[in-house]
């Protein structure tokens, strides 16, 4: 008897297991498009432009995984989630993939429960105030209000650094972004802080961002990237190797002009990435082109970097640490094969 139930129950956990790796991408492919969740609006990042669509680095991630899924990369609705909402809206199920600056730590890991895929940006928390102000350094902000986001990492950095400075500050908390931006401004503090390309993207939508200056300190790591819920790991896979494959496409020089004649290159891995050899897609669950797809439809990381980043835009972000591992940055995707 106990043989059988132990049995029984070992087959019931095998087939549960199996129904909870294939559910997203089934659903997903049954109702036709990805729910991504993203900011309430964040310049660059995640912001409807002038006709009402989402667009920016972030949206990028879901609309790359759109491409690999359906060969469409506009099979995706958003979902604006502030920093708080975020994580409820991803455990509830409302949303399939959050892509919204979120930074890799191990308590949102392990005890929220999600599986980070990957880092889509490098950053780190820093300071940003009114070049009138006269402050060089975020050592000088001893006194200091700080206008913060509630629900967020930086909470917890900014009380650790001031401690560990000597220093003491009174915070100013709000929901969005928007709000800690139009506090900034009426000086109800004298200091904005969030990760620094937080503070870029804030600084190129205010009227005057010459007279504001980011301080030289950056004081916490912040590895930004797409985050699935714990429980369906081949979901997971298919938002990881979306991601590495934007990131081995601009190692191998493929782009969204190449990509057609790439097809017929005798180097094997851009062969393997582009389906034209190997079944790396349907190990995915996905079409031979899932990878050729993306590239095409969205871009590789360095193009969707410039596009919304890079010094073409208002943000005028240099690729930094999110430069390839080979040019002198840590980016660096496992090998597709
Ligand atoms: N990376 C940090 C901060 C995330 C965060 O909320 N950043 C601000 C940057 S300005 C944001 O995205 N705001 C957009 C919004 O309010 O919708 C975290 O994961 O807690």
């Known amino acids: 008897m106990k043989k059988t139930g132990f049995i029984a129950v070992a087959t019931a956990v095998t087939l ?65 989630t502030t920093a708080k909402e975020r994580f409820t809206a991803l455990q509830s199920g409302e949303i399939d993939v959050l892509a919204r600056n979120t930074t890799w730590t191990l308590s949102r890991d392990v005890n929220l429960g999600f599986e980070f895929v990957g880092v889509n940006y490098y950053d780190g928390q820093g300071f940003m105030v009114k070049k009138s102000l006269g402050v060089k350094s975020a050592k000088e902000l001893d006194g200091a209000r700080v206008c913060i986001q509630s629900g967020t990492t930086t909470e917890l950095n900014l009380a650790d650094y001031f401690a560990a400075n000597g220093m003491k500050y009174d915070s100013v908390l709000f929901d969005t972004s928007d709000e800690v931006r139009e506090a900034y401004i009426k000086d109800t503090c004298d200091v904005y802080t969030t990760d620094q390309s937080g ?134 995707a496992p090998p597709a094969r």
Not at 59 to 77: H, L, W
């Open 16 to 80: 549960l297991a199996g129904t909870a790796s294939a559910a997203t991408l089934d659903d997903v492919r049954a109702k036709g498009f990805i729910q991504c969740g993203v900011t309430t609006g964040l310049a660059g990042f995640a912001a409807p432009n002038d006709k009402g669509v989402w667009e920016g680095f972030d949206v990028d991630i879901c609309r790359a995984m759109s491409s690999a899924i359906f060969g469409d990369p506009d099979k995706v609705k958003y979902t604006p």
């Open 199 to 332: 503070l870029y993207s804030q600084r190129s939508v205010l009227a005057d961002p010459e007279n504001h200056v980011v301080l030289p300190e950056i004081i916490s790591k912040e590895p930004l990237g797409p985050l699935v819920r714990h429980g369906d790991n081949a979901w997971g896979d298919i938002a990881r190797w979306t991601l590495n494959a934007l990131i081995i496409a601009e190692e191998l020089g493929i782009n969204s002009s190449n990509v057609d004649e790439m097809k017929s290159s005798k180097n094997p891995e851009i062969a393997r990435l582009l389906g034209t050899s190997g079944d790396l897609g349907s190990q995915l669950g996905l079409g031979p082109e899932w990878a050729a797809n993306a590239i095409k439809q969205v871009g590789n990381y360095g193009e969707i970097f410039e596009k919304h980043l890079g010094a073409g835009t208002p943000l005028n972000i240099a690729r930094g640490l999110n430069q390839l591992w080979s040019k002198g940055g840590i980016l660096y």
